[in-house]
């Protein structure tokens, strides 16, 4: 089965750190994003990465903050967060490109992260 499965969700107090990682299986994947949505909000493209790693981009509010990056020989990619503030409180989605792919047609379940003020 074609699989995408976060953890490291939780709660943190503000200014703490979490690390998500993303377990992908099934299939070979290409460009890889974390989307998070906050209640009231839409979705949002908080950062990516492509297959090889050599390229990433970020939205503004993580810029400097938020890391992603990805272990292909362990199929897995992740997201360290610093600095964390209340503003980040969402559900964190794993999002994926298969090989040539423009799109992100494979999700995971989602892992909640709550800042606490």
């Known amino acids: 089965q074609v699989q995408l499965v976060e953890s490291g969700g939780g709660l943190v107090q503000a200014g703490g750190s979490l690390r998500l990682s993303c377990a992908a299986s099934?299939?070979?994947?290409?460009?890889i994003g974390w989307f998070r949505q906050a209640p009231g909000k839409e979705r949002e493209l908080v950062a990516s990465i492509n297959r090889s790693g050599d390229n990433t981009d970020y939205a503004d509010a993580v810029k400097g903050r938020f890391t992603i990056s990805r272990d292909n020989a362990k199929n897995t990619v992740y997201l360290q967060m610093n600095s964390l503030k209340p503003e980040d409180t969402a559900v964190y989605y794993c999002a994926a490109r298969g090989i040539l792919q423009g799109r992100y047609d494979y999700w995971g379940q989602g892992t909640q992260v709550t800042v606490s003020s």
């Open positions: 099934g299939r070979t994947f290409g460009r």
